[in-house]
């Protein structure tokens, strides 16, 4: 059974780059605008990894990250932060979140099935 | 404004996405969404600028009177320009993805049009081989039943001959016994009375003969109805000789066939295996251009943290708070906002440089 990933990001391009990366490595992908819509999606799915980018409007990333992992459920969930930012400021803020891993745009696409499967082990 | 905003991300773009197709076409889109932008804003800005000079343009206060209505339009615009780019650019993404996607499906589809379950062209050329071979077996086959029946009709040949010649003695057989029956009723009736009795067994002789002449004349008989039998199931010599080079002319026929189908099947291979190489390339250049979308993303959000200081700017003309902050404090909070190396490096004056370090950082 595949593994399934959630990419949030309030560009749809982006979202769309990420996931036919993660399709076309045997992924399944579903999509949040934000991180309060991904909160909602998160909470009737299986999600083995989420990608999220940082700044985003409603809710962005280091707070859903932080909403994340107050829910027992998804305290061990893998989350990696895909994002313009590149300041150490805001790295350290996105791993005191609960961030496993900060990936900086551009990228690509092997560099981040690269990260996702050292976060998520077959 | 907005034009020059437009032109800068077009090219920015050019710039970062390295003057690929999908970087020129998102340039072009901008640079349009910008123009039409800027055209309005133009419009509006040169009506304003006319009603500041009318009313006296060298006043402060209409200087921030036109701050206060002209920024909040520019940051419409942007909001706007951006707003359709990002549709744009969305859209774009989506039919790169399912032009990635459909060429995957048909470049499949072929490869198993003439392949076997896995999907290897190399196995249709296999087939062919394995084909031809099994095809040239069957024709030795023909050939070999072809010269076995030549040689049981030889035989069959043969024997009968024996079987015309032995008929022939038993008829020579049966003469010699009647010559001797013959001369064996001269001696008895030379005898008189006391050859009677050797007379009635050279009568049964003369039947004897009779009987053994009928019968090989009936032997003589069946051998060329067997003859004439065989002639009729296996046809004379010419006609085997004909059904020899049908034969050969089967193998030969066989072969040029499938030898057709080999170049065929060797062309066909050939040509998936270019296409499959073309249909990657175009896949791998694909694939770069979805990675080069990605500047629209950053552009994006320089635009928006634009507009955003449009608009704060205009809020504080109105209040006329920006009388009470000096130029650095106001710098500061709009370095607040920004995300990218590039809105730092703009703040600064400072020429684009290589950028912030790229890459994954894990924890």
Known sequence: ?122 | MPLALGVASAVALLVFGEASLASSLCALLLLGASAIGGRHLHRSHMAGLIDARRAGADDPAHLRRLCVRGLPVWARQIQTSRESADHAVASLTRNFGDIVERLGATLTAAKYSVSGRDGQVEDAVAAIQQSEAQLARVVEVLGELHRSKDSILEQVRSYAGSLQEMAAEVRHIALQIRLLALNGAIEASRAGEAGKAFAVVVGEMRQLSGQSAEMGDRISKKVDAVNASLAGMFGDDVSTDAEAASIEKAGRDVESVMARFRSLTTGLADSIRTMENEAERIREQISDALVDFQFQDRVSQILSHAAQSMTRLGAAAERRAEEGQSVEAWLDELASNYTTHEEFDNLQGKARGAGAAQGVTFF
Do not use: H
């Open chain 1, 1 to 122: 059974m595949a593994k399934k990933v959630m990419v949030i990001d309030d560009s749809a391009s982006l979202r769309e780059v990420v996931s036919i990366a993660l399709k076309a490595a045997g992924y399944e992908v579903t999509e949040a605008a934000d991180g309060k819509d991904a909160l909602a999606k998160l909470d009737g799915d299986k999600i083995n990894l989420v990608i999220c980018d940082v700044n985003m409007p409603v809710m962005d990333g280091i707070t859903f990250v932080k909403e994340v992992k107050k829910r027992p459920e998804y305290r061990f969930l893998p989350v990696m932060m895909l994002t313009t930012e590149s300041r150490e400021s805001r790295k350290e803020e996105g791993q005191r979140a609960g961030a496993k891993a900060w990936v900086v745009k551009p990228f690509r696409p092997d560099q981040i099935l690269s990260a996702v499967s050292k976060l998520m082990p077959a």
